[in-house]
């Protein structure tokens, strides 16, 4: 594992540590990284799994620390970039999630007073990009953990649902983590049904059994949730797309986990298939 820090520093140090997983992402990052000037980290770290693209020097001409390694699944790299970091607070990043200027404002109006240490976490809601225009219904507001205490905080879930937990009370703060998904609806698809099979073999791995109800009901179950509950109709044409692609990838979970129990009985093998999954950002996959 090589550790190189960059020569350009971001300006006047907040006690505040941004962590980043990447994978070719150069055309991400540098939007992310733009994001944090108004934050201005002492510290940010981004941990790549093998970019064959200019990532890595993407991270390190805007001053990154990168750490290069290889890829053991959502949780453990992430985790592995949270052990990273060195300062006080931590504000843990997809590399296609740019901070809205009002979040980092509030992020710094919040560090620097001599009371922030009431609580051990906080979270912020993502506005997703999908198409051509935001999503205010659909997938918003969508609350996640993203700044959290050093120390207090780790990665949990099964890949690839990766969540931030934290040992003590948690906040909220206004301003939206900007998350641009999917660059287009083959992208989309193409990931939904990664995450599938990566769900099934996540499954799999625990010893759950294949059910014919859960192939049934889970995608209905989305459906329902993302169209009425969750109001995904107001988005019009885009809410429609999000809530069958959902659904999709709900069936194919469970249709990929079938198809991994009929080889396990043919083989007599073990229930697992033993493939890594391959790093994908924080997608809305419910």
Request: with cysteine.
């Amino acid at each position: 594992m090589n550790d190189e820090s960059g020569a350009k520093t971001l300006g006047q140090a907040l006690s505040l540590s941004v962590a980043i997983i990447t994978k070719d992402e150069e055309a991400n990052l540098p939007r992310l990284l733009d994001s944090l000037e108004p934050l201005q980290p002492a510290e940010v770290v981004v941990v790549d799994s093998g970019s064959t693209d200019s990532t890595v020097a993407i991270a390190r001409d805007h001053g990154a620390q990168v750490i290069e390694t290889d890829w053991p699944g959502h949780v453990e790299q992430k985790n592995r970039a949270l052990a990273a970091c060195h300062q006080p607070w931590i504000l843990s990043l997809d590399a296609d999630e740019p901070i809205s200027p009002e979040l980092a404002a509030n992020i710094r109006n919040l560090l620097e007073k001599q009371d922030q240490d009431q609580k051990a976490g906080y979270e912020v809601s993502r506005l997703t990009w999908y198409l051509g225009d935001w999503l205010r219904h659909v997938w918003y507001p969508e609350w996640r953990l993203r700044l959290v205490k050093n120390g207090a905080a780790q990665w949990t879930g099964h890949n690839p649902h990766d969540r931030l937990e934290v040992d003590g009370p948690t906040g909220r703060l206004s301003g939206d983590i900007h998350h641009y998904s999917y660059a287009d609806i083959d992208d989309h698809f193409r990931r939904s049904i990664d995450y599938a099979r990566i769900g099934a073999e996540a499954l799999a791995a625990r010893g759950k059994p294949f059910r014919w109800h859960k192939m049934i009901f889970s995608p209905l179950a989305r459906f329902i949730r993302l169209m009425i509950f969750r109001q995904g109709w107001r988005d019009g044409w885009r809410g429609w797309i999000i809530a069958w692609s959902s659904m999709f990838s709900a069936f194919l979970k469970y249709a990929f986990l079938y198809e991994i129990e009929r080889g396990r009985r043919k083989s007599g093998g073990n229930f697992g298939t033993g493939t890594k999954p391959t790093p994908t950002s924080d997608k809305n996959n419910g």
